[in-house]
């Protein structure tokens, strides 16, 4: 049994499937324009550990890791680099996956890419316009209207009047109004864009993961969703909004799990405060098993603040607790002539 804090429900709640015996999971990964951070550690290996109870419950687990390999930040990192889109993405999906490799992260079942899935996002956003949740502006522009949708803000508990704009979302002039969000936006000069019935353009952040996740578990609710707390609102907010438009439902997630903030000596982690850690920084210093214990001794739905010299030691100490149990269990074993696996 798994008894978890759903933040849909705002509570503690027991874990009931969909489907008898089988689990489906989406997690929000990675945009690959830069090296993981340990933020992003964190929730890999919370939702890593949530995975392999499953498994060990005896549950089938379909565990869904998206890719946004479009986005703003990626073109603006690949015009920085002088490097195509394309090479810029692989080569970070490389080492996101090393770096999971090297934390002891399961991969997951499926790892799908927003690129691979704009005809899906296309079909969702065409269904949003025919039922008047969103709409084409003047500039070619598509926009979801956040006051169709009466249920907006019930992830967040945020009401309508206090909500902004998403961060990812610039205040246009072309909405209806400033807290819509865009779902297409219209082709610029010498960046990527796609064919649709809107013009050539490319797709916003937020239907990425409803598309992916319709278009992959093909039926509604998905048991759980997960990602960072950061990602609470906007992001799941839009996605609740269009995917329960678009389905007419009133319940596209039965469970959503959040990890707390990561801060790094008590200040967010931040590129400009030059306290930005890499996953690759930290293995320079530590094992797998250490940070993996870093993030399992702090209450995994809670801000963790992290510093090398307060966070590791208790870590460090419990990856040498288990290794000198099990070395003795091995040494027991052996005496009393018992194969171990350990």
């Not at 090398?308 to 607790?321: I, M, R, T």
């Amino acid at each position: 049994m798994i008894k978890i804090y759903n933040t849909l429900s705002k509570s503690k709640e027991t874990f009931k499937p969909i489907q008898e015996g089988q689990v489906n999971i989406y997690v929000c990964g990675m945009t690959v324009y830069d090296l993981c951070h340990i933020g992003h550690a964190r929730v890999m290996v919370i939702f890593d550990v949530v995975r392999r109870w499953f498994d060990i419950l005896g549950y089938s687990v379909n565990y869904v890791r998206n890719i946004t390999d479009i986005d703003d930040k990626i073109i603006n990192r690949s015009i920085q680099n002088n490097e195509s889109i394309e090479s810029l993405t692989q080569r970070y999906i490389s080492e996101m996956n090393a770096d999971a490799k090297a934390l002891g992260v399961m991969s997951p079942s499926k790892e799908p890419k927003a690129t691979e899935h704009i005809q899906d996002m296309i079909s969702m956003i065409q269904t949003l316009i025919e039922k008047q949740h969103a709409y084409v502006a003047k500039n070619g522009d598509v926009f979801y209207s956040v006051r169709s949708f009466k249920g907006y803000g019930k992830l967040s508990g945020k009401s309508i009047e206090d909500l902004r704009a998403g961060e990812r979302v610039d205040i246009d002039q072309n909405k209806h109004d400033e807290l819509d969000f865009v779902l297409w936006k219209s082709a610029k000069p010498n960046e990527p864009s796609w064919d649709s019935p809107w013009g050539k353009g490319r797709p916003g952040w937020h239907i990425e993961c409803s598309a992916m996740a319709s278009s992959i578990f093909k039926e509604y609710p998905i048991d759980i969703h997960s990602g960072g707390i950061d990602l609470k609102f906007p992001h799941h907010d839009n996605e609740v909004a269009q995917s329960e438009a678009f389905y007419n439902c009133d319940n596209w997630i039965n469970n959503f799990w959040h990890t707390g903030h990561l801060h790094i000596a008590g200040k967010k982690m931040s590129k400009s405060l030059k306290n930005f850690t890499t996953i690759k920084q930290m293995l320079e210093s530590f094992t797998s098993k250490q940070i993996r214990f870093m993030f399992l001794l702090h209450q995994w739905n809670t801000l963790m603040n992290y510093s090398p010299e307060n966070s590791l030691p208790e870590a460090v100490s419990k990856e040498e607790q288990f290794n000198s149990f099990f070395k003795n269990v091995k040494a027991i074993l052996r005496q009393c002539n018992i194969h171990s696996t350990v």
